[in-house]
């Protein structure tokens, strides 16, 4: 069996978080057309439904043993930031602002990612990388504010875009922690289905209470459906198992690339409109993941005695 090298770890590592990120890109167009057919908090319930049934089909098919009781802890941890926390959040603050502001503040999430990945599990990383990071934060939101971001402000879906952002930070970095005693499709497969309880019954109550305001249409059923198998799981896959490859704080920098796919994805399937500036923050962008990946560790300097 031929032993990789710490630098094709890492590759490899990357290649599983952009396939991850690839994934989570097309969440957007997806959800903007599952909402013309289904109420909002549906779209955010029901996506987790049909991940947790598609993981205990999986997991009893496998036979996978019940996690660890040490591992139910981040698991749920995990579970309120993935299945709740960020999908809940943001459709409360899309009634009250724009998603381009939206995307002001959630372009600082590959950043917060990082800080709590150190924070929470200890690694390092140098300056080098903290300007690379910064540098690829600073051109998504000068990206999210020249697509309208600086429009519709509204401090209360400020407050709730934070919140869920911070969630979000906090599950990955959870999730790709137990991915060292556990792999990762299995992470995210428990976390989907200890949510079932409150999700199943949750969606029954929106989908009698809401159905009859919507005509939902095919495209619609389509739309949701693959917000559970991709965005909601298979993509959690690839991005947990890219993280525990790559570390937390280096991988989750890849996340800076989704904003720029999923406008590609809103162009080719709804018709919007790529700009030169666009394709410039796409440059810098890039740029600095690729900077972020090149720095090197912070070296350890034990304390004196």
Request: hydrophobic content about 60%; charged content about 10%; some cysteine.
């Amino acid at each position: 069996m031929t032993t990789l090298t710490p630098r094709q770890i890492h590759l490899r590592g990357l290649s599983w978080a952009f396939l991850g990120v690839l994934l989570f890109s097309f969440s957007v167009p997806l959800t903007k057309v599952a909402v013309g057919g289904f109420n909002p908090f549906l779209t955010a319930t029901g996506r987790a439904v049909i991940a947790g049934v598609l993981a205990a089909l999986i997991l009893s098919v496998n036979r996978v043993a019940w996690p660890a009781r040490a591992l139910i802890r981040p698991l749920l941890l995990t579970m309120v930031g993935a299945v709740f926390g960020w999908p809940i959040l943001i459709a409360i603050a899309l009634q009250y602002t724009t998603s381009a502001h939206v995307a002001v503040i959630a372009a600082f999430m590959p950043l917060s990612t990082a800080i709590i990945a150190v924070a929470r599990t200890h690694e390092r990383v140098s300056a080098k990388f903290w300007l690379a990071a910064s540098v690829g934060t600073v051109a998504l939101v000068v990206f999210a504010l020249g697509r309208g971001g600086a429009s519709s402000p509204n401090y209360w879906a400020d407050l709730l875009v934070v919140g869920a952002m911070l969630f979000s930070s906090w599950c990955y970095v959870e999730g790709a922690a137990v991915t060292k005693v556990m792999p990762g499709w299995q992470v995210i497969s428990w976390v989907v289905v200890f949510a079932l309880p409150i999700t199943v019954p949750a969606s029954m109550l929106l989908w009698f209470t809401t159905s009859a305001d919507y005509a939902t249409t095919g495209a619609q059923w389509f739309a949701l459906i693959m917000l559970g198998i991709s965005s909601m799981y298979f993509g959690f896959f690839a991005w947990y198992r890219g993280l525990s490859m790559a570390g937390i704080a280096r991988g989750s920098q890849v996340q800076q690339l989704q904003a720029l796919l999923t406008l590609l994805w809103s162009a080719l399937l709804l018709g919007e409109t790529v700009t030169w500036p666009t394709v410039l923050a796409a440059g810098v962008v890039i740029a600095s993941v690729i900077w972020a990946q090149r720095s090197r560790r912070a070296e350890f300097i034990a304390p004196e005695e």
